[in-house]
């Protein structure tokens, strides 16, 4: 998901369709199956509890995420809005609960490593996505719990 | 005809050229804009208005990476965007990068006021967009914008209760105005590394027309102009500022166009307080891989 330094901005003539066609742009981003905001699902977020498998140790693996602010994982939380597996290969897609997220990049990279250290996982992609806009009804009721104890009003 | 962006790789040259110019403009508003309104931070006339303000700047920074993300799947990155552009290479209007007037409260909520009113309609018009990913952030962007206007709303409210905060507001309006009309002028199409020509600049209007005629945009940048002008003057004037546009003019547009600052920012050509601000923002990045620390004095003998 992190993009950082893996390529610098691009020069060239906008205007030169053969020179356009030369550009790969498929290897900077591996997933460009989107969904239209308009068409969000209502059953997120999701939180495993059908999984099995390998699908079910990926799910075991995001519980084990905290929110670096709050004693909160981000499952509970209500972050994680999908997990497809598809042999060895993960893509986690999830949400953050604010826009200018200071630890958006250390959120991302634990739910990455968390995922890439589970037996059976070749390669995992971790996309935000922000529709449908995440609330405060999307955390679980063990979460509620952990964020009371912790001293806030949910 | 909508384009289609439901893939990222095989766009035409035209849907590229469209969503970059598109992206570009959204994302270098919200990130300028950003910048300037940190310089307010320990400086605001409260504590309360302080963390306002930050956390507006905290948003909109937040707001410039949701639209650089998406320039990332046609390969342009995040960080290079940012600090490795060159600075005539940015798409905001000028608005968005002068200075504020030294310690002048009311620039800060009046650009605040001009501005966010322009981003709402501008979202509003990319809800619909035919880039899902575009369309995937706008609900959680007009989400924390509403506060933004009702911050810079009232604070209008209360400057404009007497003689002098009004005053300020007027000097303010009388400057800014013409800059906040840079907001929906066409952006010259982002060369990224190569400097813009006069064709390019001609090319401006044809490729807004693109963007609108794709569909990643529904509205054009007239009506959202004229959408804008619709809420910002009689709002103003129910504060008694006197707002330098004649809506009942025989041409409007044209007096309009006329007020229009040179520099426009979204042609590439800039203040120069935007090339000073960029060398600011740029320079810890700059400096990252520096071995030395800063001396504030010479070392002591001995």
């Known amino acids: ?154 | 005809m909508a384009g289609s962006f439901e893939a990222s790789d095989g766009l035409s040259s035209r849907e590229r050229r469209a969503l970059e110019t598109l992206l570009t403009r959204l994302g270098d508003d919200e990130f300028v804009l950003a910048e300037r309104y940190t310089e307010w931070q320990v400086r605001a006339p409260s504590l309360e208005s302080d963390l306002a303000l930050a956390n507006n700047a905290q948003d909109e920074l937040g707001h410039a990476r949701l639209w650089y993300d998406v320039l990332a799947d046609v390969g342009l990155d995040e960080r290079a965007l940012a600090y490795e552009r060159d600075p005539a290479d940015f798409r905001h209007g000028t608005l968005v990068e002068l200075p504020f007037e030294t310690g002048d409260w009311a620039d800060a909520v009046l650009r605040s006021y001009l501005y966010d009113v322009a981003e709402d309609l501008r979202l509003e018009a990319l809800t619909a967009s035919s880039h899902p990913k575009i369309a995937d952030r706008v609900g959680k962007i007009r989400s924390e914008e509403k506060y933004h206007r009702e911050h810079a709303r009232s604070w209008l409210e209360r400057l404009a209760e007497d003689d002098d905060g009004r005053g300020r507001l007027q000097d303010a309006l009388d400057r800014l105005f013409p800059h906040a009309l840079t907001l929906f002028e066409p952006a010259v199409p982002p060369r990224l590394g190569a400097k813009a020509s006069e064709n390019d600049v001609a090319k401006a209007a044809a490729v807004d027309a693109d963007v609108v005629d794709l569909g990643l945009r529904t509205a054009t940048l007239e009506e959202l102009r004229s959408e804008w002008l619709s809420i910002v003057v009689p709002f103003l004037e129910s504060l008694d500022l006197a707002v330098a546009v004649d809506r009942d003019a025989e041409n409007p547009e044209a007096d309009l166009d006329a007020l229009l600052p040179d520099a426009r920012g979204r042609d590439g050509a800039h203040t120069e307080a935007w090339f000073d601000l960029h060398d600011e923002l740029t320079r810890t990045y700059r400096e990252l891989g520096r071995t030395e620390t800063t001396t504030i004095m010479e070392a002591p003998d001995g």
């Open chain 1, 1 to 154: 998901m992190t993009h950082d330094g893996t390529a610098g901005v691009e020069g060239g003539d906008l205007d030169d369709e053969a020179n356009d066609a030369d550009r790969d742009h498929g290897s900077v981003c591996a997933y460009t199956e989107y969904r239209r905001g308009d068409e969000s699902p209502t059953d997120v977020p999701r939180t495993g509890a059908a999984a099995d498998g390998l699908e079910e140790a990926v799910w075991d693996a995001l519980a084990g995420v905290e929110d670096p602010e709050m004693p909160i994982g981000v499952v509970d939380l209500g972050l994680i809005y999908d997990v497809r597996v598809d042999d060895g290969s993960v893509v986690v897609e999830m949400t953050l609960t604010y826009s200018g997220c200071p630890a958006r990049t250390m959120l991302t990279e634990n739910v990455e490593e968390a995922v890439a250290a589970v037996d059976g996982v070749d390669d995992v992609g971790v996309r935000l996505v922000w529709s449908p806009e995440w609330t405060v009804e999307m955390v679980s009721e063990s979460g509620r719990d952990a964020l009371r104890e912790f001293g806030l009003s949910v």
